[in-house]
C-alpha cells in the first residue's frame, strides 16, 4: 500500500531518498503528525535537532518548569485508550512528567523508528519542475519530499541579548530555554537572574531555596496568578476521564482551548462587593481561570483595570517591603495582554533574606564582567547567571532555516515586515509547506495540544483529498492570504493586546516588525472557519493536478 500511495506524489520513487512527507521537529505536533501520515499510508522522514523526542518539554529543563493548562487538559485526545491509561500525578504537571508522557507516546506507537534525532534541516527548497521540496541536514542528508511539514514549535528559537562582554564572565550561565540535562545545584552560591517571564517566575522560588544570594533583575514586571497546583486526586481525574469526550469537545468549541468556567458578565455590571468576591473566588481556585472572570477583561479598558487593580493588591498584601511590592507591580499595560503568568510562591519568594530585587527599566544592563555584570553604575558579582529572556517566538524557529518557495523565495524575505499565512497553515509561494500551529492561528493563545491536534488533523485531511482528487500541489491564493492577514490584525485591535510590548507583538526581538502575530478570534471560532474552507473544496487554496492548474476561486 505504500508504494501506491508514494507513487502518487513523488517522482523518483526508485531513489532512498524520495518520501512523501518530511516533518521537521518531533514534539508534540511531529509526533501526532508522523502518527497520522503512518495511518494515510505516507512515508515519512521526521528530522529532530535533539537526542530524543519532546520538542519545548525536551529543552526546557530549568528549575520549577511546569505546564500553565491543567494536565487533564494538556493531552492528547486522539486515543482514548491513552487518555484513559495514562495517569498524571499532579493538577499541574512539571517537565519531567510531561517529557515522560512524550517518551511514552512515541514508545506506544513505535514512532521513533521513523525520527532521526541530533539531526537540524538547514534547507528546504522547492523545486517547480518535479514539485518537490529539496531538504538538506546539517550531517549531510539530502532528501526529496512531496510534502514539507514545519512542526518546529512557536516557542523553540531562544533568544539570548548582545550583552557587551557576555563572553569574559568567568562563572557558569544559564538559558531557561536550553537548560543542562544534567542537575544543577546553586547551593551557596551567588545566582543572578535576568528576566521576569513565565520561565523565571517559574525558577527564580526553586532558585532561591538553594542559593546563598539571588539577585533579580527585572526591566518588566508581569502579572502572575498563583497556580495552587496540588497532587491530582483520584476523584478529579475519575471527574475527567468519566466524560472525557464531552469535555473535550466543548474545549474545542471554546475560546482558547480550555475549561475555565468563563463567566458571561461584564465585570461593570456587578456591584463593586460582588465583582470582588468573584476575583477572590479565582484567585483562590488559582490558575488561568482567573482572566475568565467577567467576559470582557481582554476587549474592555475599564473592566481590565478592575482585574489589574485587583492583582496589584494582592501583591502589595503578600511582598512586605513597599518599594519592592511597588516595582512588582505591572501598571503600564492591561493584565492578560502579555502571557498571563501561574505560580508557586514567586511573590512570597522576595521577603527572603536571600533575595534582591533590581529594577533595569531605567538602567539598563551595561555589561557582563568577568566577575558578574554593570548596571546603572552599580557592580554584582556572581557564580553564576540565569538568563530568562525568552525566545524568538512564533517565527524564528522556521525562519532558522533557509526556506525558499517558488521562483527562489526565501520565507525570510516574504515575511520581512511581518509573517504572511493563510490561517497560519500555509504561505503564498510555498507550496506543499504547512506549518503547524504558525503566525496567524490561535497557537500561544490558547491550549497548544488543542490547536496542534486540529492543525494536524486539517493538514493530514488535506492531503488525503489531494491524493482522492489525483492532485500533487496545494498553495494559498495571494487574496485569500492577504484577507486574513487583515483579518487576524482587524480582530487583534479590537482587544487591549496591541497595548503591550509583548512577543506576542515581536517586542523583545530588536528589529523585529511589530505586529499581532496569533489570531485572537478564538479556537471554536477559527476551527469552524478552517473546516468551512476544507468543506468547500479548500477554498482560497489553488489545487494543481500533475499537468493542469485547477482553481478554487475565493468567491
Known sequence: MSSQVSSSFNRDQSSPSAVDVVVVGAGFSGLYLLHKLRALGMRTRVFEGASDVGGTWYWNRYPGARCDVESMQYSYSFSDDLQQEWRWSERFSAQPEILRYAEHVADRFDLRR??????????????????????????GDRVSASFLIMATGCLSSTRLPDFKGLEKFSGKTYHTGNWPHE??????QRVGVIGTGSSAIQAIPVIAEQAAQLTVFQRTPNYSIPSRNDAMTPDYELQWKSDYAALRAEARKSRNGVLTNPNDVSALAVPDAERQRVYEARWEVGGTYFMSAFNDL????????????????????IVRD???????AAKDYPIG?????VDTNYFETFNRDNVTLVDVRDAPIEEITETGLVTGGRSFAFDAIVFATGF????GALLKVDIQGRGGLALAEKWHAGPRTYLGLMSEGFP??????????????????????????????????????????????????????????????????PQANSWYMGA???????????????VGTYRETCDEIAANGYKGFYLEAAKQREVTAAE
Open 114 to 139: 521513523d525520527i532521526q534525532f541530533d539531526t537540524l534541516v538547514t534547507t528546504a527548497h522547492f523545486d517547480e519542475e518535479s514539485r518537490c521540496w529539496n531538504i538538506e541536514t546539517n550531517r
Open 337 to 341: 495582554t502579555k502571557r498571563i503568568c
Open 183 to 188: 542537575e544543577v545545584d546553586f547551593s551557596g
Open 322 to 328: 513597599p518599594e519592592v511590592a511597588e516595582l512588582l
Open 298 to 317: 481582554a476587549t474592555n479598558q475599564q473592566s481590565n483595570d478592575t482585574a489589574a487593580a485587583f492583582v496589584r493588591d494582592k501583591i502589595r498584601s
Open 432 to 497: 506543499n509547506m504547512f506549518m503547524i500551529t504558525g503566525p496567524g492561528s490561535p497557537s500561544v493563545l490558547s491550549n497548544m495540544m488543542v490547536s496542534i491536534q486540529q492543525h494536524v488533523d486539517w493538514v493530514v485531511d488535506g492531503l488525503a483529498y489531494l491524493r482522492a482528487g489525483n492532485l500533487d500541489t496545494i498553495e494559498p491564493m495571494r487574496e485569500a492570504e492577504d484577507n486574513w492577514v487583515e483579518h487576524v490584525n482587524d480582530v487583534a485591535h479590537q482587544t487591549l493586546f
Open 508 to 522: 523583545n526581538i530588536p528589529g523585529k516588525p511589530r505586529l499581532f502575530m496569533p489570531y485572537i478570534g478564538g
Open 392 to 395: 524568538d517566538a512564533m517565527t
